[in-house]
């Protein structure tokens, strides 16, 4: 038995508590062997989160409904993840991600129209977000809804994504730009 994997076995001993806390209490996150909670993150309406395997979800982390996050998944602490509770809102993590703190992800907002000036009457439009397959996101960005960040590509720190993201690029920047190719 090597290092890593005493330390794996004392990350599912730490989380072991929190998993069983969201089974006694009706919380239906499909929990697959390798998942890992570090402190409670807050999770609403799990019956809508699907979790693959090996999931990483640091301490004060948000996750809202309608999610889907695939294997190998890293999200580390203060993440922000608000999915739309309609169908078209859906965020999607694919596998071979990693996330660095601080990030807000959002996939709806409200619908102004023209003319509009009582701020409850105008609605919510929602679109989805999908991360792709090995994607890196650095720390403190934003990503809105309609975005799309295929595969192996990387997202600078401090970014503010609002447009679809091309496979294999590093893109930085407010708004985000892609600055060269992998």
Request: glycine residues 8%; hydrophobic residues 50%.
């Amino acid at each position: 038995m090597n290092i890593n994997d005493i330390i794996g076995l004392i990350m599912k001993i730490i989380s072991f508590p929190k998993v069983l806390f969201f089974k006694l209490f009706g919380l239906r996150v499909s929990l697959r062997s390798g998942t890992i909670f570090f402190w409670l993150p807050k999770i609403r309406n799990s019956r809508l989160i699907k979790i693959g395997k090996n999931f990483q979800l640091w301490r004060f982390s948000r996750l809202s409904w309608n999610i889907e996050i695939g294997n190998n998944v890293f999200i580390n602490e203060f993440w922000s993840i608000n999915a739309s509770v309609w169908k078209e809102g859906k965020i999607i993590f694919k596998d071979n991600i990693m996330c660095w703190p601080w990030v807000f992800m959002q996939s709806w907002d409200h619908a102004f129209r023209k003319g509009e000036l009582y701020i409850k009457a105008v609605g919510w439009k929602s679109a989805p977000i999908t991360i792709g397959n090995n994607v890196w996101i650095g720390a403190r960005t934003i990503i809105l809804k309609w975005v799309e960040i295929w595969d192996n590509s990387v997202i600078g720190a401090g970014s503010v994504v609002t447009t679809s993201i091309p496979s294999g690029v590093v893109a930085v920047g407010n708004p985000v730009r892609v600055i060269r190719t992998i």
